[in-house]
């Protein structure tokens, strides 16, 4: 990522970093955090736990509760001033770039959400 925002050189380029990508692709979230942490203008609060049982080797669950390292990155985003977007991107009912959507399963998928919305709520709320 580094070497891509080198190479092109531009104030244009920034990074949306998503919380659970990290952990989905073999790598530390805080490490890999850390890195890009000053090119960041957007967050996708996403959260996985390792789960070999499943397609993709990982397994979504609510904000906090994986190894995304989502509470340490929301309370160092804070504590630095971070002041940008914040989105919520779910993964647990649906994941339509996946070809899974909600369909047959709306109430389920709306019920998540809004648990979701809420647990990340709180986590940003209590982030030292």
Same mark, same amino acid.
């Given at each position: ?7 092109? !050189?531009?104030?244009?380029?920034? $990074?949306? &970093?998503?919380? !659970? +990508? ?9 490490? %890999? %955090?850390? @890195? ?17 049982? $499943?397609?993709? !080797?990982?397994?979504? /669950?609510?904000?906090?509760?994986? *190894? ?11 504590? @630095?001033? %971070?002041?940008?977007? %914040? ?8 994941? $339509? ?6 369909? !047959? +399963? *709306?109430?389920?998928?709306?019920? /998540? &959400?809004?648990?979701?919305?809420? @647990? &990340?709520?709180?986590?940003?709320? +209590?982030?030292?």
């Amino acid at each position: 990522m580094l070497d891509c925002l080198a190479e092109v !050189g531009s104030p244009a380029l920034k $990074v949306i &970093f998503d919380t !659970g +990508n990290p952990v989905a692709y073999g790598l530390d979230g805080w490490t %890999y %955090y850390r @890195t890009v942490r000053e090119h960041i203008v957007h967050i996708h609060i996403k959260d996985y736990v390792r789960d070999t049982s $499943v397609p993709g !080797g990982c397994r979504a /669950v609510l904000p906090g509760q994986g *190894e995304g390292r989502v509470r340490e990155i929301v309370a160092d985003l804070k504590r @630095t001033g %971070y002041d940008d977007w %914040y989105s919520m991107e779910p993964h647990i009912v649906a994941v $339509v770039h996946e070809g899974r959507d909600a369909s !047959g +399963n *709306e109430d389920r998928a709306r019920e /998540v &959400f809004l648990q979701y919305g809420k @647990t &990340f709520e709180a986590l940003y709320r +209590n982030a030292r």
